[in-house]
């Protein structure tokens, strides 16, 4: 049997590899982190590999099969987002600190904070009884910032050995007020870059303003042409797919945002001091349940300080749509392109870069296996679960569904206030320590269903 | 008397200063240049003097005032554009490279090999006959391309020593196909920055995207906003004080259209496949006679590769407007202000840092002055100029005229494919060789208005 592991030490030495996916200088920490993760998993126990793909390795871990029990996938991500803008960190992103309830680095809450909980409850539980009640497979990715684009060649590749009765993830937040939560639904999310590309080169504004397109004006028409004067999105056939929203649906998000404190406190979270959107939907719903066409940034010309009177030969603007159910990545891609195009005034040229796609998911909590979850969060954290819709998107939902047969369950760990993708990005250190204890629920209740 | 200079090496020596005005870490390079002017401009015979001001040196030379004599004002500038982007260049911006007859640097053009022309006309004459036929004063200053911040307060304080009977400026380029022109009018410029402020940092676009106003977007519908789908000015008011084209200037811009070769023409100059803008006028008046709103710059949000999902926290916009007589850049900039922010959504701060504003000039090309710059360009260029208006912008015309009483005759010596504020910059050398010709026979032409 081994000797306990320090939980936040661990955590540390986990959030210091900077796993970034998206920045190809960082593949050497990918394959490094990965191969920590390996050692772990297999030092309390579990079968673990690191598995070569074209992009960042894939680390499997697994007990042995034992046919009478169901099977447990758990799976979660060992990359993070860049730490970009540096200057706003109080303490370098990848040097964790722990302060006031709280440990601060890139990932501490997305998803390394989390995942690392379910593995010290599956090692403290292999460590106490020698056995877990189910058969457990943990599948960690590092892709799911860049959208995975390698995990489901491999989840056809390794079909038969991830065979499983469902997933648990723990990639999404609590509710406001830090309360337990189920997320039965994620929106899906669909990548575009557009560049608008205008002179040779960067002309005099002064010597050819007025004759030439200018490709920062285009920009900002094609980002003007996005949403009507009330929030609503004009790409044709954009809402077309979008599943309406249920009677207990909209209750659950009533019952959310009362629990929330309205949004008076959304506002705080966000750092804002007015909430907008689309016309017909409270803040939750537009949040969680209703797609949208955000900029993530724009570019182009003169970035320096001062004036350069220079008429840009190119500017561009990276966008990313949220999906809702039904809604098919592809066809808003496409719909999207097909609309931008026909914004675009002549006298440029507009390409149009594809990212990463993925449909939403959306699953029922009310199912047998949603309610051990609930019971599980309920007794780690000592109050009844939310339902909620989540703004955010794990595309792998989709994926797993489709070549696994498995509904996924989200038990979120994250605080709400965890600032994910954002400067100072933290973890309740009682939410990752209350994770620990979940996972032991969990996998005893689901054991009962079989 | 001194031993003739070598033009091409002393305009080498000129060009190698990083003068760059709107770069505050170049500053010693101002002075530095500011000093080699002045000890060439006292080398060659003249009473040269350098000013400090609370921005850069401003370079005085001056003949003994002969009450006989008519004085000529000669203005120019030793500052430029920064170079960037730097990767643009096919050798490094600072280090003059003369190749197929152009000399190629950052300031070749814009000012340098222009005011230089002058200054080595002026110490030709001198050593050839021991005097000039008029008093002259050079007037070279050193913050021309950031809109002269000090430059009037210089002009009030040393109104007495600066009186003149008109000013010579050669900050122009010369009409397509190299042709020499006198230009009669300059547009004016009016630059503004906005800064869109949303939540207190970077969110998680898919978190709160819906519900939060994102300042990219906002920053794109501002920008949306200051064009019609025609490319027509929506600020109100804008075109209120524009002086209307007159029957001989229509007819100048068609002679100087069919001598440009057309749009073709223009349009390779320009490197694009397509000429657009306001409807009703041609591209010589669109860029000469219409005043413009251009952006310069815009940013915000994530820049680097592929994608990151995040609601950036602000975005900016960098913006110029060109004006024309007899607009007024104070007028024009509160009108803008006052309607974007009449357009900004609810949700975000704007913010608007004005910056640089000059007045639009015209002068009159058909007086006794204007037929002497007029015979100075076909002596020394064998060919008729062409009367032109120049979409950039000179605000100091527009002071000189006002403190000094005085009109001021443009004799542009840029070829127009120089690619001014651009990659790559360049200055004929037959152009350059020329406008030391030009100003003997201008001096000479000059005197005998007196």
Not at 76 to 89: A, F, K, N, S, T
Not at 189 to 209: K, N, T
Not at 277 to 295: C, L, W
Request: charged share 20%.
């Amino acid at each position: 049997m081994s000797s306990p592991l320090d939980p936040l030490q661990k955590l540390a030495e986990f959030l210091r590899f900077p796993s970034i996916s998206t920045q190809p200088e960082h593949a050497p920490d990918l394959i490094a982190c990965a191969e920590w993760l390996r050692e772990l998993l297999s030092s309390i126990g579990l079968e673990a590999s690191v598995h070569s793909t074209l992009g960042s390795p894939v680390v499997l871990a697994c007990t042995p099969r034992d046919p009478a029990k169901r099977t447990v996938l758990i799976y979660g991500h060992y990359d993070v987002q860049p730490p970009d803008p540096l200057e706003g960190w109080t303490t370098p992103p990848f040097e964790p600190r722990i302060e006031e309830g709280r440990i601060y680095a890139r990932g501490s809450a997305d998803n390394k904070g989390q995942i690392l909980a379910h593995i010290l409850g599956v090692a403290q539980t292999l460590r106490e009884t020698g056995e877990l009640p189910v058969n457990l497979i943990f599948l960690i990715e590092g892709e799911e910032e860049i959208g995975s684009p390698h995990l489901e060649e491999f989840l056809r590749e390794h079909r038969d050995e991830l065979t499983c009765d469902l997933a648990a993830i723990s990639d999404t937040a609590m509710a406001p007020g830090n309360r337990p939560a189920l997320t039965y639904a994620l929106r899906g999310i669909a990548a575009m870059e557009l560049i608008v590309y205008g002179p040779a080169r960067d002309l005099h504004s002064g010597l050819f303003g007025g004759a030439v397109a200018n490709p920062a004006t285009v920009v900002g028409r094609l980002i003007a042409s996005l949403h009507d004067a009330e929030g609503r999105i004009l790409i044709p056939g954009f809402y077309d797919a979008v599943r309406p929203l249920e009677g207990w649906e909209r209750e659950a998000a009533v019952a959310l945002e009362e629990a929330a404190g309205g949004d008076e406190a959304i506002k705080e979270l966000a750092g804002v001091t007015e909430l907008v959107g689309e016309k017909g939907f409270t803040t939750i719903e537009r949040i969680g349940a209703r797609p949208t066409a955000e900029v993530n940034g724009i570019g182009g010309g003169y970035q320096g300080a001062g004036t350069k009177t220079v008429l840009p030969k190119e500017a561009f603007a990276k966008l990313t749509f949220r999906l809702v159910a039904d809604q098919d990545p592809a066809v808003i891609l496409n719909a999207a392109e097909e609309y931008l195009r026909s914004q675009t005034p002549p006298g440029v040229l507009l390409e149009i870069i594809s990212g990463h796609a993925g449909a939403a998911y959306q699953s029922d909590p009310t199912s047998p296996d949603g309610f051990a979850a609930r019971k599980a969060l309920a007794g780690a954290f000592g109050a009844e679960p939310l339902l909620l819709r989540d703004g955010g998107s794990i595309p792998i939902l989709a994926t797993l569904k489709e070549i696994l047969g498995v509904d996924s369950y989200l038990l979120g760990l994250a605080n709400p206030d965890s600032r994910i993708h954002s400067p100072d990005e933290n973890m309740l250190v009682e939410n990752f320590l209350g994770g620990i204890r979940m996972n032991r629920i969990l996998l005893e209740e689901l054991a009962k269903d079989s």
